[in-house]
């Protein structure tokens, strides 16, 4: 496992830093490749074709030019990271200078782990459903055995949580993925899948997938080991349902794609398609001019990697026990057992 830093710390770093209204990059996500051995029908990724991929170096500069920036927290994706030969490597050069995760469709978890577990804080594995639901979602045949056989692997070194996408195929089978995460003594993140234009169409049907996010917010306050916030929850059933909106700070997040670009001014709305090459870029000049205010009442995606940051505050304590303080004794529980 990578080694434990200070996160609770280096929060309050960036606090400070930030404090004046300064908007600053906390958490970045980068995209290795697109190319995937899976074929997700909800994902517009793995149909795009790889131009080129950076160098080990040129992973390394666009590092340096984020940890300048401020963030605190990498995690990296695809298209599938453990098809990249250099992907020790690359999680090695992140362990030096961010709290690293990973998310992996698990094909390949369970013979790659002892090669990249010392460089990974966290590892997310997509599970969509039952073996039958998830393989039909995924396009392959034996994607869910391979995903839980690498899950059951990896837990033994990192934590762990499934990855699951919340779509119309999926929808009833969410008590089922609680369960599962609990068998496997995992966490269990959710999202509701965005609707690309490239990709299938799945996103759930508003009615049903409000029973879904309400049952998800009952089961969350029973204990189930389900990674996100009640606050989420609550705050997609009142943006959606109930017209509260709630304030996105995409400054939060960078976003870099396969080629070193950034993506502006999120994930979803521009469907990752970047510009700038980030080592060439003023990180901060560029976050402190670009208009985000635009972009603050979107409410549009439910992805977690905005909200949950959007909403998050030191002075909530759920959320700082949720986020920092389970994360921290996982990571303890974790270090003895592998100790």
């Known amino acids: 496992m990578a ?12 606090s400070l ?16 490749l697109y190319s995937c051995n899976l074929r997700c029908r909800m994902c517009p990724f793995w149909r795009r074709p790889d131009e080129k991929l950076l160098t080990v ?3 390394v500069k666009m590092m340096d030019s984020l940890k300048k920036a401020g963030v605190v927290f990498m995690g990296f994706e695809g298209g599938e990271p453990l098809l990249r030969r250099d992907i020790a490597q690359i999680l090695m050069e992140s362990s030096k200078r961010f709290h690293t995760s990973m998310v992996t469709n698990g094909w390949l978890l369970k013979t790659k782990i ?9 590892v997310f594995v997509s599970l969509d459903g039952p073996e039958e639901v998830h393989d039909k979602i995924r396009g392959i045949t034996g994607s869910f055995k391979r995903a839980v056989e690498g899950i059951i692997e990896a837990k033994k070194y990192l934590g762990v949580a499934i990855s699951h996408t919340i779509m119309s195929e999926n ?27 490239t990709a299938e169409k ?17 089961l969350k306050r029973r204990g189930a080991p389900i990674v996100e916030s009640e606050d989420y929850f609550q705050a997609i059933i009142n943006s959606w349902f109930n017209g509260v909106e709630w304030r996105c700070k995409p400054w939060l997040l960078i976003n870099i794609d396969p080629l070193g670009r950034i993506v502006l001014p999120c994930y979803v709305l521009n469907e990752y398609k ?37 909403l998050f505050s030191w002075l909530n ?14 990571y303890i529980e974790n270090a003895f057992r592998s100790g």
């Not at 080694?3 to 960036?14: A, D, E, K, S």
């Not at 830093?17 to 290795?32: R, S």
């Not at 929808?171 to 234009?197: F, P, R, T």
């Not at 799945?202 to 009952?218: A, C």
Request: glycine letters at 6%.
């Open 57 to 59: 170096e040129e992973e």
């Open 274 to 310: 970047g510009d700038n090459i980030v080592w060439q870029t003023d990180i901060q000049k560029l976050w402190q001019a670009y208009p985000w205010e635009k972009f603050e009442k979107c409410n549009k995606c439910a992805l977690a990697c905005y909200l949950e940051p959007s």
């Open 17 to 32: 830093k930030t404090a004046n209204g300064k908007k600053l990059p906390l958490i970045a996500g980068h995209k290795l």
């Open 171 to 197: 929808l009833d089978h969410i008590q089922e993925m609680v369960k599962l995460a609990q068998k496997l003594g995992v966490g269990l993140s959710v999202q509701v899948a965005y609707n690309y234009s």
């Open 317 to 330: 304590y759920s959320m700082v026990k949720d986020k920092i303080l389970h994360g921290i004794i996982s």
């Open 3 to 14: 080694v434990l830093r200070p996160v609770v710390f280096r929060g309050v770093h960036y």
């Open 202 to 218: 799945l996103s759930p049907q508003k009615e049903r997938l409000r029973r879904t996010l309400e049952l998800l917010l009952q």
């Open 114 to 122: 002892h090669e990249i577990k010392d460089y990974l804080d966290f």
